[in-house]
Structure formats: structure tokens, C-alpha cells
């Protein structure tokens, strides 16, 4: 998927990220993504974790896990955001923070606000009537929602007393 040219990063080799994080084994072993003791973090960048980004901030990290759960790809795959966005026109911020790579950031609201306003011109804050705050796309593309798994999807997510 592509990365805005708003969110930081450097790419550097997976023998980088096994020397910072004081490792002693092969790209292949490393863990796909995490942060260093200094609150930088990183992910992987190959499927073979022979290169990884660096993100230059926490910020920068945050907006590049919201790029991926917001991108077109991710949409087609997956019937929780696709739901989200069909449904309501967005994803409420407090669910996108049990995403699980979101999660073990624990990105507060503001961070996640900011992250959109500030990295993802692709993506838009709004409010609902019910003082709900959501993440959306501009573009409004929310996916199909005619199969099998969505179905089971939005007795799962959207009406689990179903």
C-alpha cells in the first residue's frame, strides 16, 4: 500500500533492527514490529523482514497503522472497518484503539486526531449527533458488503444479539 509522503520514516536493514533491539538471530526471527527503548518504533517493510521503516515519531506510527486500516486493500479484506465504514460512514476512534497493532501503541484520542489531521490528508475526523468521534475516508469508498462473510460479519460486529 502506498505511504503518504506526511508520515517520516527511514528504511534500514532487519540486521539494524536485531543490533538496536540487541539480538543475535536471522531477519527471519525478528519481531514484525515494535518499538526501542528510545520511542522509536519500527516495522517491517519486506516480507522476508530483510528491511524495516523507522519512524521518525510516535505520531508518524500511529498515522502509518491508520494509512493500512483505512487503505483500499484492507477494506476489500476486512469486514470489521468495511462494516464500519458502510454502516455509520466511519470507525469510531475508541474502537480503531482495539485494533490490534493500534492497541499495543494505546494511542490516546488526540494522538489518533492528530495523526489523521496532521499525516493523512486521505483521511477525515467528524462527529456524529450522539458526540461519537469517527475516522473516515474522504473518498467515502466503503467496499462491497455483498458476501457470505459479511454477513456473518454484521451479526458479529454490528447486532451480536442476533
Keep these: 500500500e502506498i505511504i503518504p509522503e506526511t508520515i517520516n520514516f527511514e528504511t534500514v536493514s532487519g540486521e539494524y533492527i536485531a543490533k538496536c533491539l540487541r539480538l543475535n538471530i536471522p531477519p527471519?526471527?525478528?519481531?514484525?514490529c515494535g518499538r526501542f527503548s528510545n520511542d522509536q518504533y519500527f516495522m517491517t517493510a519486506t516480507?522476508?523482514?530483510?528491511?524495516?521503516?523507522?519512524?521518525?515519531?510516535?505520531?508518524?506510527?500511529?498515522?502509518?497503522?491508520?494509512?493500512?486500516?483505512?487503505?483500499?486493500?484492507n477494506i476489500r479484506h476486512d469486514p470489521y472497518v468495511r462494516l464500519h465504514l458502510q454502516n455509520f460512514k466511519g470507525v469510531p476512534i475508541e474502537n480503531l484503539k482495539g485494533c490490534p497493532r493500534l492497541a499495543e501503541?494505546?494511542?490516546?484520542?488526540?494522538?489518533?486526531?492528530?495523526?489523521?489531521?496532521s499525516k493523512l490528508p486521505h483521511l477525515k475526523i467528524f462527529t456524529d449527533e450522539s458526540n461519537v468521534t469517527f475516522v473516515a475516508r474522504e473518498d467515502e469508498m466503503y467496499g462491497n458488503s455483498d458476501t457470505s462473510e459479511d454477513f456473518l460479519a454484521r451479526k458479529l460486529y454490528l447486532n451480536p444479539n442476533c
Design 28 to 32: 527471519g526471527q525478528l519481531p514484525q
Design 105 to 117: 501503541v494505546s494511542p490516546t484520542p488526540e494522538e489518533i486526531k492528530n495523526a489523521v489531521k
Design 47 to 73: 516480507v522476508d523482514q530483510s528491511r524495516y521503516r523507522l519512524f521518525l515519531s510516535r505520531i508518524d506510527y500511529i498515522a502509518v497503522l491508520l494509512n493500512h486500516y483505512f487503505s483500499e486493500n
